[in-house]
């Protein structure tokens, strides 16, 4: 068994479900000041209040998992992107506390209402500066002793291109859990948010493409760009889909938040396959990073008891307030 790629589908399947949960949680913050008023700013966090702090799990179950399995990556990554990670756990704990206190709070009520806001626009944008500083290092002859330059045009499009992602999924979550006036405000704002989201997804890849040599001779030599072709068109299928169910004036359900699951799914399949075996884009493979077989080995138990256990805890919690979120109540 190759453990190596075993743990870096772990880590990859903890990053993709991180992205998705906690991405719309992060999305409907980022879009809570574009609402029209206190009631449905509140209908918004109360939609999330069961399960956002769920969705972070992954975040962690990622981290452990790095650490444990490749133990120079995480010294690596740390190290190097210590300002803006820092910043993105000093965000989001700005969103965990807003949550608490917001609903308690009466004349401070406008305030946890702005550090909701700000909290999941800059986790967001932390995140996606990350990103961008790793896959925009491909290229670059630097060795492993070398730091990354985290603060860089390509950086900051890809922060800002995950905060527009975001927003699209967390509107598509508002589109589940609301109703009437709400709803159709959320759909309109969602129409934008897809045009922007596609046009910063053709910006990024096009980036890539013309800075980083490695990718681009992946994506554009045959036949390689073959087995490769299926992630673009699914893009196309899944926009167009998501772009006719906000036109239509029938009751969406969960349907928009899939397509735009989908979109994210084959955007993070097309980041994976460009820059795979390396877990440091450029620097260092899977192969040469993963732990000793004792301890990779020993933790796989573990985790494989852990994913189940908190997947049936997520689908549990999902499904036990699935229907739509009332002021009132909340369900």
């Known amino acids: 068994m190759d453990i190596a790629l075993v743990y870096l589908l772990l880590i990859g399947f903890g990053i993709l479900v991180y992205v998705l949960l906690d991405g719309f949680s992060l999305g409907v913050g980022i879009i809570s000041p574009l609402l029209n008023n206190p009631e449905d700013k509140g209908i918004a966090m109360k939609s999330l209040a069961h399960l956002w702090d769920s969705n972070q799990t992954w975040l962690v179950f990622g981290g452990v998992v790095l650490f444990v399995a490749f133990p120079v990556v995480y010294a690596h990554v740390l190290s190097n992107l210590y300002i803006p990670i820092i910043l993105m756990l000093i965000a989001l704990i700005f969103r965990g506390v807003a949550f608490e206190f ?30 961008g500083a790793l896959v925009g290092d491909m290229s670059s002859p630097k060795t492993m002793d070398d730091p990354v330059q985290w603060l860089t045009p390509f950086s900051i499009h890809t922060g800002i291109a995950l905060v527009v992602g975001y927003a699209l999924l967390g509107a598509c979550w508002l589109i589940r859990k609301t109703e009437n006036g ?12 897809l045009v922007a989201m596609l046009f910063f997804m053709a910006m990024v890849s096009v980036e890539m493409l013309l ?44 349907k928009p938040l899939a397509y735009v699951m989908g979109l994210f799914s084959t955007a993070f399949a097309g980041l994976v396959a460009g820059i795979f075996p390396y877990i440091i884009p450029g620097r ?38 699935s229907g739509k979120t009332s002021i009132k109540d909340g369900y």
Do not use: H
Not at 113 to 124: E, M, R
Not at 292 to 318: C, Q
């Open 284 to 321: 260092l493979t899977i192969w040469e990073a993963i732990a000793p077989d004792k301890s990779v080995y020993f933790t796989l138990v573990g985790i494989l008891i852990f994913i189940p256990i908190i997947i049936a805890y997520n689908v549990y919690n999902y499904k036990t307030f």
């Open 211 to 254: 800075e980083q040599p490695k990718i681009a001779e992946r994506w554009l030599d045959w036949p390689t760009s073959l087995w490769l072709a299926p992630m673009p068109i699914l893009t196309v299928y899944f926009a167009y889909k998501l772009w006719s169910l906000l036109n239509d004036n029938k009751e969406p359900g969960l």
């Open 102 to 131: 917001r609903f308690k709070a009466d004349s401070s009520r406008k305030w946890w209402d702005i550090s909701f806001a700000i909290g999941c626009t800059l986790a967001t944008f932390c995140q996606g500066l990350i990103l």
């Open 182 to 193: 709400l709803q159709q405000r959320v759909k309109e704002l969602a129409k934008v948010l």
